[in-house]
């Protein structure tokens, strides 16, 4: 039998649920069946390579490539924003590249979530021009009233209102990542 997880990381207190461990696992479930039925047919011709965006996406990663049932390669590259915690400038820079090149791969963007579109933008750009056979956009999250630059997301597993939100991957000031469900500090 699978032990519990610790009790100091289960009480949803002093956060309000926004989405439950129960209905991420089961969305995720989904969004993995969806991309193994797109990339059956593909990975036969190229490699798959799973991107995933440091550090906000690896514990989706993490769980998503599981119900991916094709052959995949991960990698991951971190990024940086010059805004402050919460509101992105727009201006980003890479922080650590990825491993290998991507060139004639088909490629998975994995983020956490797609706020203002300023990251995901530039970094759809900067591994455009390393010419891989195909390039798509994965985010567990979306918060479309903050959106400023348009981004096409192939794969999406919640939208959710303005809310900062924190917990499976999600942080504010590097804190509560290991939260099991998403949520959000009440009041703000
Ligand atoms: P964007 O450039 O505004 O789309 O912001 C992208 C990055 O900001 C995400 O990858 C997150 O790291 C961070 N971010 C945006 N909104 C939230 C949130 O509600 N909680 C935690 N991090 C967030």
Redesign the pocket.
Known sequence: MAASPPAWNRPTDPFAELISAEAIATRVAELGGQITADYAPLAAAADVVVVG?L???VIFLADLVRHIAVPVHMDFIG?S?Y?DA???S?V?RITQDLSRSIEGKHVIVI????????????LLDNLATRRPASIKLCSL?H?PE????E?KIDYLGFT?PN????GYG???SQQYRNLPFIG?VQGV
């Open positions: 965006v550090k906000g996406s990024i924003s805004g919460t509101t992105s727009g980003v983020e956490d979530i797609v706020d203002t579109g300023h990251t995901v933008h530039y999250l918060k903050r959106s400023e630059r981004v959710i809310k900062f939100v924190v999600l942080d504010v959000y």
